[in-house]
């Protein structure tokens, strides 16, 4: 078919295809980078490291591109002492009662004992995830986390899509929550 007013071809109109045809994706999936930090026992500057994390996050804006997660390996004792008190706070929530404040706080500090125990290892994992054109804020960003003075001491180690260990490290980030 012919376009009437100036001679080119037309194609038939399809809502899906405004200005180009759809062969294939015109952006690129968004390169990530991992960092893994491994504080041995050290939970409270493990905490410290987050908090100071999510401090830049809030910031710098840096919502969806860096975002944390704990690993942590605890011995088997720790394991079966939390299971029994987590069984019990829904029967309480079952009766229909409101836990109240206080006991909110009792239980918080009962869980922050439990991660304090000896043996267990604690290892930090920060994901960058910036777009192409954001090569230079990812650059330094990667600089500038392992620098600090309280991470440097955890021994960081960058994880890129190019080494051999990245493929394990995404799913050792995914699976924890």
Known sequence: ??????????VPWNPRLLD?????????A????????DFGADEEKAQQARHKLEGWKQAFRLDKKLQIKFERSENGQAASESGPEESAEPAKSAKGAKP???SLA????KSD??????GGEVKLLVRLYFSGHEKLS?????????????LKAASPKIIRES???FVDTVKQFESLE
């Open 100 to 102: 109240k404040a206080k």
């Open 1 to 10: 078919m012919m376009c009437g007013l100036c001679n080119f071809p037309t």
């Open 30 to 37: 968004m390169a990530h980078t991992y960092i893994v930090f």
């Open 113 to 118: 004992a439990k991660v304090d125990v000896p």
């Open 138 to 150: 990812e650059q330094q960003w990667i600089e500038r986390i392992p620098g600090d003075d309280l």
């Open 163 to 165: 080494d051999a260990e």
């Open 20 to 28: 180009i045809n759809l062969r294939a994706s015109q952006t690129r």
């Open 106 to 109: 009792k239980a918080a500090k």
